[in-house]
């Protein structure tokens, strides 16, 4: 598309956006009309401004549709009625986010995720837990999915029958609105998912569809034969190679073919139907008003198809998302998004935006910490972070180490060949050192979908298993042991410094060991990554002795670091000036904010490393630093020494 349409085709989006909120303006007044006159200017101002937008990327996705008026109408009576709803303590923390819209990037905020049941008994039990939060330091707490699952297999939650009731074996709604209440009062935010490409098979309009309704069978991918799948088929990956070939299942009832990118009790959404757009944003507003402050957007990149495409990240793909962002500035707007895009790092970069998603999961940073940590090398991960990392004013990265899910290798073939690296071959090679499969390696990973056609493989594993904790506690070796124990805080360290939420996955503060126990569960056995989701065993905790033992060890750090993260506005935003430190060992890199400078160096060599002090004189400002972690102070008179996997957070003197 050339500028020249391109701005017509603006224009005309303007026009057709002016008009239609002409036509539209009474439905909004009427909808309003019995509310005081502060409330309803609100809400018709963010109208005025937000509607030309959510217009314009609706019209690009649905405006050759007959319907389109009709659809149009009855969002602005969704919109108008969501923003009624709203409890009143919502729409005032809406007015402050407003008026600053930097509120996630602050250097206080640290993120923590877990499985409620797995993490405490339920969400009544959960409230005793703030106090913990507290103590650790965490500030943003995600709850994984809590919502009714279908029965059996449920893939940890992702697999959901309905959007607006709470699994019964972790509460119910009130208990979810009193999490969010408690949370909001002690300054925590609540992120919940919203798994927005799929529903289960389970789900009311599965069900519907199951039984023949031909208004919910146009809510999925439904196909009589295998003709149309078949040529879908010629351009898609498989996301759950072993536990069933291709993207789609038979459906017995029906006798047809359904969509399923995931497990095939996982039904893909379709979102070229508006009233599918239109449900699941109902479904996405009653999450906000329940009082989520940030939805996970789970697997993005798949809810556009398009025949003849690998059906990844479609523009239309990030319409919706805007299109479903430009109703929450509406309706929501203290809401943000985060995007959970696990694709090749320009696609990830894609989905980052105000208009868009305010935060992204860090796929790319998660991998290469990993990598450098194999190596001893830092040349990708610089390669990358270089290339890679920055992203729109106002927006953030959640760094981490590990989640829920696996670890896939996924860097850009062209950062590596540039440095030299042939990216499938290392690929393979960091498969082999994470599952112990390599000579030395100290990791115990597992392989998480080999799919033997492609030889893609990626990593299930706790992060202490995969430091090298696991194999030094079963050596009974106590210098191995402190060396896991090294790498463990040293990666923490990165991502708690690097720009953007540093997010832990709770537990591995107390550095968990895999548990191979799923094998014995037959809804969990055919999914590694149950190794590394076990249950948090309060009582062996509460009889640690938090000097000596391992785990005890390991809290201290990582306490100490989320600590020295809050009080030090460095650390505020996402900016990072990444420099090469002159050893190949040692990644390097400055935090400036607001004057402030902090100077990062981190060594991934069990060998002690030193850094030319020239080479920070010459970018960073000063000559003499305090390393606010040992408490030391450095000059740069001198070489820099860092002891086997040991960082620096120098502060300028
Ligand atoms: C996301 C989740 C993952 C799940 C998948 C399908 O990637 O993180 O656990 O399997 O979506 O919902
Ligand atoms: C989920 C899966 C991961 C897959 C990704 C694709 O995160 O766990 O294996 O690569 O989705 O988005």
């Known amino acids: ?322 299109a479903f962002n430009a109703a929450v500035r509406i309706a929501t707007p203290g809401l943000i998004f985060k995007s959970e895009a696990i694709v090749h790092p320009r696609d990830v970069l894609s989905y980052v935006s105000p208009e868009e998603c305010h935060l992204s999961y860090n796929p790319l940073l998660m991998a290469m910490l990993w990598e450098a940590l194999a190596t001893r090398k830092v040349h990708l991960l610089h390669e990358s972070v270089s290339r890679k990392f920055s992203i729109p004013q106002n927006t953030m990265w959640c760094n981490y180490l590990r989640c829920h899910d696996d670890i896939g290798w996924t860097f850009d073939n062209d950062d590596a060949w540039r440095i030299g690296i042939d990216p499938e071959g290392h690929r393979d090679f960091l498969n082999r050192f994470y599952t112990g499969d390599f000579e030395g390696s100290f990791a115990r990973g597992v392989p998480f979908q080999y799919n033997p056609d492609t030889g893609d493989m990626r990593i299930s594993g706790t992060l202490a298993s995969l430091a090298g904790l696991e194999q030094a506690i079963d050596a009974e070796d106590g210098l191995l042991q402190d060396m896991a124990i090294k790498r463990i805080v040293l990666l923490n360290s990165l991502i708690m410094s690097m720009g953007g939420v540093p997010l832990l996955y709770l537990g591995e503060e107390w550095g968990v060991l895999n548990d191979y126990d799923y094998i014995h569960d037959p809804r969990k056995s055919e999914d590694s990554r149950w190794i590394h989701r076990s249950t948090m065993r309060w009582d062996y905790i509460e009889g640690l002795d938090m000097e000596d033992s391992l785990q005890g060890r390991i809290y201290r750090h990582i306490q100490r670091l989320i600590h020295l993260r809050k009080e030090h506005t460095a650390f505020f935003g996402a900016a990072i000036d990444v420099f090469y430190s002159g050893n190949e060992h040692v990644f390097a890199f400055i935090r400036n904010n607001m004057g402030a400078q902090i100077v990062v160096l981190a060594n991934f060599s ?48």
Not at 608 to 636: C, K, L, M
């Open 1 to 322: 598309m050339n500028e020249l349409t391109k701005n017509s085709d603006t224009d005309t989006y303007h026009e057709h956006a002016r008009i239609t909120l002409r036509r539209l303006m009474p439905v909004f007044e009427r909808q309003l009309s019995n509310t005081e006159e502060e409330v309803r200017e609100t809400f018709l101002e963010r109208v005025s401004t937000h509607w030309p937008r959510l217009f314009s990327l609706l019209f690009q996705l649905y405006g050759h549709r007959y319907d389109f008026f009709y659809h149009l109408e009855q969002l602005a009576i969704e919109l108008s009625q969501t923003y009624l709803e709203r409890p009143q303590r919502l729409k005032e923390r809406d007015k402050q986010r407003e008026y600053d819209p930097t509120w996630f990037m602050s250097n206080e905020i640290v993120g923590g995720a877990m499985y409620v049941g797995l993490f405490t008994e339920n969400l009544q039990s959960l409230r005793e837990n703030i106090s913990y939060f507290k103590e650790l330091g965490i500030t943003y707490v995600h709850l994984m999915p809590l919502f009714e699952e279908r029965e059996g297999e449920s893939d940890g939650g992702y697999a959901i029958k309905d959007y607006r009731s709470v699994n019964p074996e972790l509460g119910t709604l009130d208990d979810l609105r009193e999490v969010a209440q408690a949370f909001q009062e002690q300054g925590i935010l609540l992120v919940l998912d919203f798994v927005f490409n799929h529903t289960s098979d389970e789900h009311l309009w599965a069900k519907k569809a199951q039984s023949g309704d031909p208004e919910f069978q146009d809510f999925y991918y439904i196909f009589p034969d295998r003709t149309i799948p078949n040529q879908y088929e010629e351009h898609l990956r498989e996301i759950f190679p072993t536990v069933r070939r291709g993207n789609f299942s038979w459906h017995n009832g029906m006798k047809k073919w359904v969509w399923t990118t995931f497990n095939s009790y996982q039904w893909d959404l379709k979102y070229a139907n508006p009233s599918v757009f239109r449900a699941m944003l109902g479904e996405m507003f009653f999450l906000a008003n329940v009082g989520v402050d940030v939805l996970r957007l789970d697997a993005v990149a798949f809810i556009w198809k398009k025949m003849g495409t690998n059906c990844e990240n479609l523009p239309e793909a990030h319409l919706l998302i805007q």
């Open 606 to 653: 069990e060998e002690p490393q030193e850094v030319s002090g020239n080479v920070i004189r010459s970018h960073a400002i000063g000559r003499f630093f305090y390393d606010i972690f040992t408490e030391e102070e450095i000059s740069t008179a001198k070489p820099i020494p860092l002891g086997p996997y040991q960082f620096r957070w120098l502060e300028r003197r």
